[in-house]
């Protein structure tokens, strides 16, 4: 299946001309399959990464509501995680715990890891399907609330996650963006309940868009959860994830989702240079456990389509 989402050339072709020349090939490909990969192609470096994309869409992306550690290397690219190369990142659609996700996301590979680091995929229509009609008709009825605690002890601070360190501007955002919270002194704690499920904008099937299997407290390890349970509380873990009426969600239904992502799933191994464009509604992604210096980057935007 990957081999089908490649598009190779020779490294003396610049990428933002074949892109703006060959707009309706790339188009085509992107919309059937949600991923295309650009290989061997001149990208020497962050700055011709990023003139690139922004040659290619109007709207580029902060990234807001994080959920895990990332830095913002030049102007909207942003490492692609900072979560240690000792754990797997499972399958997950960018920000769909939040009201405000990406459209698509481009990634650019400076340097491959030594073993490992492949980037995972998998089609969140195939998923949705995959999924017991019961189950998903529960998610979609009940709705996720996902409920994050900040300043606590763990996790990032609210501060990171908003992009300021102003209380009046997180409940401004919060507001506007259906949020309910609560201080505690310096402290946050924070629910927003969002669907199980979207309609995907051009093809309009459903497709399985939200993170409760991660956000849900059966995503930590053991010794994680025995640290957090002593330390917090048994309903006060720094990030945990319910039904929309505030109902506790089955692990043996997570334990089913993530099955159903298990099997849908193909691995993108990285090669110096590459360039990935997903779409972030068909295509789900994650991360495999690595050895080695893997630097990887991201930049979101929220175009419909290509303004090329």
Known sequence: MIKNLIIKKNNSLNLKKYIKKNHKKILKKYLYYGCVIFRNFKVKNLKEFQST?????????????SSTPRTEIKKKIYTSTEISNKFTIPLHNELSYSKKYPRNLWFYCEKPSLTGGETSIASTRKVFKRINKKISNLFKEKKIKY????????????????????????????????????????????E?????????????????????????????????????LKIFGKNKF????????????????????????????????WKKGDVVLIDNFHISHGREKYTGNRKLYVIMTNDNNFSF
């Open 192 to 228: 927003q309940t969002n669907n199980a499920t979207l309609n995907h904008p051009i093809h309009k099937f459903e497709i399985w868009f939200n993170q409760a299997h991660l956000f849900h407290n059966s995503n930590l390890n053991k010794k994680t959860k025995k640290a957090f």
């Open 53 to 65: 994309v922004f040659s290619s869409h109007k709207n580029i992306l902060n990234y807001n509501e």
């Open 147 to 190: 409920i994050r605690r900040y300043g606590y002890g763990a996790d990032l601070s609210w501060k990171n996650v908003f992009n300021t360190d102003k209380k009046n501007v997180v409940e401004k955002y919060c507001k506007k963006n259906g949020f309910k919270i609560k201080w505690e002194g310096n402290k946050l704690i924070t």
């Open 238 to 269: 720094p990030r945990d994830a319910k039904f929309g009426d505030n109902s506790n969600i089955s692990y043996r239904y997570l334990n089913h989702i993530r099955n159903a992502f298990k099997k849908e799933k193909y691995k993108i191994k």
